[in-house]
C-alpha cells in the first residue's frame, strides 16, 4: 500500500503565498513523475505543475511566474510553492505520484487533496 498525504491548505488573501507538501509513504520501490493537479468546483481536476525524478519542470501556463515546484527524492515529497495567489486559484489541489511499488508494481496514486481558498 501507498499513500499520498498532503498538507499547507488553508485561507489566504490575494496577493499572498501558500506552499504545500506532498509525502508518500508505503512500500515505495522508485517515484517517476510527481505533480500537482486542481479541482475548482464545477470544474475538471487539470494539471498545475509536474515534476520529474531528475527535476525537469512543467507548469500550465496561468501559474508560469508564480508557482514552483519541487521534490525532495529522500523523502519522497514534492512542494508546491505558489506565490501572488488570485482567487481563480481557489481549489482543491491533489497531489499526483507515478509510483513504483514492491508489492503492486507501478501505479499512478493521488492524495486526498487540501482545499486552498483565496480571498479577493
Known amino acids: 500500500q501507498v499513500q499520498l498525504v498532503e498538507s499547507g491548505g488553508g485561507l489566504v488573501q490575494a496577493g499572498g503565498s501558500v506552499r504545500l507538501s506532498c509525502a508518500a509513504s508505503?512500500?515505495?520501490?522508485?517515484?517517476?513523475?510527481m505533480g500537482w493537479y486542481r479541482q475548482a468546483p464545477g470544474e475538471q481536476r487539470d494539471m498545475v505543475a509536474t515534476?520529474?525524478?531528475?527535476?525537469?519542470?512543467n507548469y500550465v501556463d496561468s501559474v508560469k511566474g508564480r508557482f514552483t515546484i519541487s521534490r525532495d527524492n529522500a523523502k519522497n515529497t514534492v512542494y508546491l510553492q505558489m506565490n501572488s495567489l488570485k482567487p481563480e486559484d481557489t481549489a482543491v489541489y491533489y497531489c499526483?505520484?507515478?509510483?513504483?511499488?514492491?508489492?503492486?508494481?507501478?501505479?499512478?496514486?493521488w492524495g486526498q487533496g487540501t482545499q486552498v481558498t483565496v480571498s479577493s
Open positions: 499526483n505520484a507515478d509510483v513504483v511499488s514492491y508489492s503492486f508494481g507501478r501505479r499512478d496514486t
Open positions: 515534476i520529474t525524478s531528475g527535476g525537469n519542470t
Open positions: 508505503g512500500s515505495i520501490a522508485r517515484i517517476n513523475a
